[in-house]
């Protein structure tokens, strides 16, 4: 679809020549609102003025101008239209009952729209029901899909909730039809004589009901709109929506429609019976909620019910006991969708150990004797590096190893274990420890729209809502200081070296309790956060080094140059 125009729109363009009402006003109602005239909306006037009406669309011809002005002025009908391609305004439907259908819903709702350039409106009752019809008028033509997906990011990024009943954006963000074009949502016209609409001031009262004055309302407010902040957001928004990507199926009901292709099928040939058995108790169990009789008879009976049953299964005789040996087959490896699963997979498969427990296990059992044999002879190592050493070439182990196994050598860990609350590594000050070095409590920082998601600009407070009767040029609702506060920037950091060291660490297989007693042993008993640049550089040095090492071949990496790495 192209930002300019439609699929099937072209050809449906009204001639030029058209003509035109005579009344000045019914012109001007046309040329704003009689823009596309196929597709559009009519119903009758309800008896009881409040009741919803029944609309309908009317596809064998167009409304000529003529027409919608007859129609319009019609106290018996209800008339409406769509969008095109272009558009010179759009509207908010505030549905009665809802929580923006109020004086101060309606200036929270303008608030926001100041923010993407869009600083007057006008409001109107849209029927007896009270609802209410918020529009924005612009001077020039814009893109219809650019303007709705704008509407839909600023709202929403400023916690709208858009949906029926509550708020509703025409022109509103329509699929892409590639089989058939889609159509914009219809919307009734503003001020139809007998529908209970009516102009509206900033407190929800009446101020009356002719067209010319709102002619004259909408000219003012086109007249004052932002539109180069406008067309910012527009664009900012379009590439947002171009950006998200699409949604895709779900893989459970990808798999419920294989199971329910398969059953439509039913039988094709001979030896299909124990597949389709299982097949249908499955869908039966998972998607229905089956067990015990009742999936039996579910089962039985879809089974003597699918095509191709009597011509090609050669287990008609002895069908129930097949029903009942594939139920119980799928009771015990199926459950149903959004309970507990029953299937316990727990269990070993048998009592093999596996060979990597084994050799975990064995060097264990080396570390424990290489340490009780060096205490015992008085040749146990203070310092941890050397200790570390001796005792690796005391039990044949890598360094590596000997890390993974902290609590069977190193004294810190021999007292306690720490319990970790963190992975190891995250950037900055994200690693938390048993007892923090600062007493003050995480704080959930509220977030603001950013340039990235909407256009916005944040406006000092002052008086809600937009008055209908005053144009200033320099009056907003929130005042003219521009820009959303936003979280100050985080300092430069090296991502590729602290994704270097990652890798490392995840390659030795350490877990964040080994590594933070790695840094702490090898420079001071820093952490992470407190290393300086060079430092972290030194720690890579001495990761690779490590990871190069083979098993058994221990090595002080302390006295290594670090000079390899690639800086």
Not at 144 to 161: H, I, M, P, S, W
Not at 353 to 360: D, E, M, T, W, Y
Not at 481 to 504: G, K, N, R, S
Request: hydrophobic share 35%.
């Amino acid at each position: 679809m192209t930002a300019s125009i439609g699929w099937g729109e072209e050809s449906r363009r009204p001639p030029r020549s058209e003509p035109l009402p005579a009344d000045p006003t019914g012109q001007r109602l046309c040329e704003i609102f009689g823009h596309y005239p196929w597709n559009f909306i009519r119903a009758d006037l309800p008896d009881d003025a409040t009741a919803k009406a029944a609309w309908t669309t009317v596809k064998d011809y167009p409304l000529r101008p003529r027409v919608l002005w007859n129609h319009w002025q019609d106290a018996n009908q209800l008339i409406g239209v769509r969008f095109t391609h272009d558009t010179c305004y759009a509207l908010l439907d505030l549905d009665a009952g809802g929580d923006y259908c109020t004086a101060d819903g309606v200036a929270q709702i303008r608030a926001a729209l100041e923010t993407i350039g869009i600083t007057r409106t006008l409001l109107l009752r849209s029927s007896w029901s009270g609802g209410l019809h918020l529009y924005l008028p612009f001077a020039e033509r814009i893109n219809t899909f650019n303007l709705a997906v704008a509407l839909k990011e600023c709202l929403k990024a400023q916690g709208f909730r858009l949906q029926a009943g509550q708020l509703e954006i025409f022109p509103n963000v329509k699929a892409y039809g590639v089989q058939a074009f889609i159509e914009y949502m219809g919307h009734r016209l503003p001020l139809q004589p007998g529908s209970g609409s009516c102009l509206l001031d900033d407190a929800l009262n009446p101020i009356g009901d002719s067209l010319a004055r709102f002619f004259w309302l909408w000219d003012g407010a086109a007249g004052h709109q932002d539109m180069d902040t406008l067309r910012h957001a527009m664009k900012i928004g379009r590439d947002n929506h171009r950006k998200r990507p699409k949604r895709r199926s779900h893989p459970v009901e990808s798999w419920r429609r294989d199971l329910d292709l398969e059953i439509t099928e039913g039988w094709t040939a001979y030896g299909q019976t124990n597949h389709l058995l299982k097949t249908i108790a499955c869908y039966g169990r998972v998607f229905e909620g089956h067990q015990g009789q009742a999936l039996i008879d579910y089962t039985l009976r879809i089974a003597l019910h699918c095509p191709g049953y009597e011509q090609y299964c050669r287990h008609q005789h002895d069908i129930e006991r097949k029903v009942i040996a594939w139920v119980r087959a799928v009771e015990g490896y199926y459950w149903p969708l959004g309970t507990t699963p029953t299937r316990d997979t727990s269990h070993p498969k048998n009592n093999l150990v596996p060979f990597n427990q084994r050799q975990s296990e064995s060097a264990q059992h080396r570390i424990r004797a290489a340490y009780r044999e060096l205490e015992q002879t008085g040749e146990l190592p203070e310092q941890i590096t050397a200790r570390a050493k001796a005792i690796a070439q005391r039990a044949r182990v890598s360094q590596q190893t000997l890390y993974k196994h902290l609590s069977l050598w190193h004294p810190e860990h021999q007292k306690g274990v720490i319990a970790l609350t963190a992975s190891f590594l995250a950037p900055e000050e994200a690693i938390s420890e048993a007892s923090p070095k600062t007493s003050e409590p995480w704080k959930i920082k509220e977030l603001h729209p950013s340039e990235r998601d909407m256009k916005g600009e944040a406006l000092c407070a002052g008086e809600l809502g937009s008055d209908t009767n005053s144009f200033i040029p320099d009056r907003g609702v929130r005042g003219d200081e521009v820009a959303f506060p936003q979280e100050a920037e985080p300092a430069a950091y090296d991502l590729d070296l602290h994704e270097q060291i990652q890798h490392q660490v995840r390659s030795l297989g350490w877990s964040g309790e080994v590594i933070r007693q790695f840094i702490a042993d090898r420079f001071e008993d820093k952490r992470w956060s407190e290393l300086t640049e060079d430092e972290r550089f030194l720690l890579l040095y001495h990761l690779r080094v490590l990871d190069s090492l083979e098993a058994g071949e221990p090595a002080d990496v302390t006295a290594q140059d670090p000079s390899p790495i690639n800086r």
